[in-house]
C-alpha cells in the first residue's frame, strides 16, 4: 500500500494540493468532466484517468437514458394522438359545432373528431 499522497501544484495560481477535484462543465454541450486546482479551478493534468474515465461514462450513460427515455415518451405522445385511420363518419355535419346552441355540451365523438377547429370556425351554408 502506498501510503505516501501526490502533491500537486496548480500552474495557474502556483498553489500546492494533495487531492484535487472533480469538475463537470456543464456550459459545454459535451459536459466535459475534469480533474481541477481547487483554489481557482484550473484543469490539472493527473496520472490517474481511470477515474476521470468513470465519471464521463456515468454521465454518458445517464444522458443516453435521458434521450432514450424522452424517446419513448415522444413515441407515446405520437400513438396517443394519432387520429385513427379507420374511417371517421360524422353523425352531424361540418359546421355543426358553429350552429349548436350555445348552452348544449359538445357531444363526446365531437371532441376525439381530427375536424373540431375547422366545424366551429365553419359557418351553416344556407
Known sequence: MNSEKQSYTCPSCGKTFTTPILVENLSSA????????????????TEKPTKKKTAVTKSRKVKKEVRVKQEI??????????????????????????????????????????????????????
Do not use: D, N, W
Not at 459535451?30 to 493534468?45: F, S
Not at 413515441?75 to 371517421?88: A, G, I, Q, T
Open 30 to 45: 459535451t459536459g466535459e468532466t475534469y480533474e481541477a486546482c481547487p483554489y481557482c479551478l484550473t484543469k490539472i493534468e
Open 73 to 126: 415518451v415522444q413515441r407515446l405522445k405520437k400513438e396517443v394522438f394519432k387520429p385513427s385511420s379507420e374511417k371517421h363518419r360524422c353523425p352531424h355535419y361540418l359546421g355543426y359545432l358553429a350552429t349548436r346552441p350555445k348552452g348544449e355540451a359538445i357531444p363526446e365523438e365531437c371532441l376525439t373528431c381530427t375536424k373540431i377547429v375547422e366545424c366551429m370556425l365553419k359557418k351553416a351554408v344556407g
